[in-house]
Structure formats: C-alpha cells, structure tokens
C-alpha cells in the first residue's frame, strides 16, 4: 500500500489518494503529470502520512477521478 500525493510548494497541505504500487500506479501517475499545466505542483509516492510531516495537512480523496479533479484545479 502507498499514497499519491499531491502539493504545492507555494501552500500548506496537498491530497493524498490511497494506491497500490504496480504498473497501474506507474501510468496513472505519468498521465496526471503529463495533465499538469501550472508550475510548482509536486506528485510524490509515499509510503505511509504520517513519516512524511511536511505534507500536512493531509485531505484524503476516495477516487482516481476525484484525485484527478483536485489537483487539475490547484
């Protein structure tokens, strides 16, 4: 089990989506960076929250397509 983060550097907290390492995670995450039109938007795998603090406050999204929509709109 892993999570997906996404952040902006220039702000407090990012979004977080519940995955699993494998090739899936691997194409979903190329397509949403290749989605990425502003500058500064960081997408991370990580392995558990809680040893990562400076991605705080973490909003948890429940789905691919949710997790798409959040961070195109950031």
């Given at each position: 089990?892993?999570?997906?983060v996404a952040k902006d550097r220039n702000k407090q907290g990012c979004y977080a989506l519940k995955s699993r390492i494998g090739e899936h995670l691997a194409e979903y995450t190329e397509s949403l960076e290749e989605s990425i039109k502003k500058e500064g938007i960081q997408i991370i795998i990580i392995s558990?929250?809680?040893?990562?603090?400076?991605y705080a406050p973490y909003k948890f999204i429940d789905?691919?397509?949710?997790?798409?929509?959040?961070?195109?709109?950031?």
């Open positions: 089990m892993c999570y997906i558990r929250p809680t040893a990562y603090g400076e789905t691919e397509e949710e997790f798409r929509e959040k961070v195109l709109a950031m």
